[in-house]
């Protein structure tokens, strides 16, 4: 029998370190979900940016049921046909020539910087080793990514951390210029900086920014875990800003919810990672690959990114109108389905009274940051899910600003 546990259990039994809502959600089809009580929400958040098909997609649920009957995992001591497939897709619908699966967002960027160095080391020697990237970044919670990543906070406590690391503030071109050398082994960079606040890259910085790098021999690292395949309306957002990066990183929509990551690369750069040099167990094990190989099918159809720039004018008439009315927002920013919504001076510090109060209103939304509310929903969301969604969120406005009269 099926022991009942509640949200209480994980004040019991779990580790403090996260502090999840009231809602378990225990069921999800599209872009609805409900818990436990049968409440039903819309879900605008998609885990955070993550299941850009929704929930219970019928392809890969098949794709999934298919490949666990057939094999699960091998280790790295054999390669496996899910792998090779879905790294030959990887290969060719980007600028890169080679692909390193692993299994989360950090360990990617964990492999990308270590790659960075071991390049610099091959090429030009240890001196040339420093990496650069910018505040508010966020590359995930490993040591080495929590020291790469812009927000001390993550850090604090657990030094000490990686050294020869250099932070930049992000779209500021001449103080990149100040901070580059020909020590500089990468600079590291999100087209549009997530966690940070929904904060896109200029175009003019993000070409000045791949410039500095081949004055300097440096490597341009893109982390596109949050803002790839597909949720900024082309499969990465590197393709929107015109510059091609050396190395990027991808997870988050890659699985849709299974975990999957690739780091990709130039086969030059590639190279460095000669056998013994890195690894990971579970890293491009044939249940994954297999996953995200129909993924990566479904995604890139013209009629899926097509339909993401759709959805994108739609959130943005929606918000407006909301504004309108209420004026909460100081700026709705953002790429394709990752968006942004500013609150106003009045509330800044505390946008997540609006995940609240969405929440109790029968919808999912993030925060990015203690002023923005952050939008990342299934790159296939229905309409009338989006238009639902955003009379629940109306809703919600209404209430935080009634309680706060
Ligand atoms: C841009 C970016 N990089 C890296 C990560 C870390 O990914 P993971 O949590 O899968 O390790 C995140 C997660 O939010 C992210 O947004």
Redesign the pocket.
Known sequence: MTEQVTRATFDEVMFPNYAPSAIIPVRGEGSRVWDQEGKEYIDFAGG?AVTALGHSHPTLVNVMREQAGQLWHLANIMTNEPALRLAKKLTEKTFADRVFFCN????A?EAAFKLARRYAFDHFGPEKNEIISFYQS????TLF?VSVGGQPKYKEGFEPTPKGITHCHFNDIEELKSLISDKTCAVVM?PIQ??GGIIPADKTFAKQVRELCDQHKALLVY?E??SGVGRSGTFFAYEQLGVTPDIL?S??ALGNGFPV?AMIAKDHVAQSFVFGTHGSTYGGNPMACAIAEAVIDIITTPEVLEGVKKRHDLFVEGLNAINEKYHVFKDIRGMGLLMGAEVVEQFAGNAKAFLTAAAEEGLFVLVAGPNVIRFAPSLIIPEEDIKEGLARLERAVAKVLEANK
Do not use: M
């Not at 989360?104 to 360990?107: D, I, M, N, P, V």
């Not at 966020?138 to 919670?141: A, E």
């Open positions: 955070i989360s967002g950090a360990e960027n966020f590359h995930g919670r990514t999100e997530g966690e982390d875990v949050q990183t997870a988050k990551a």
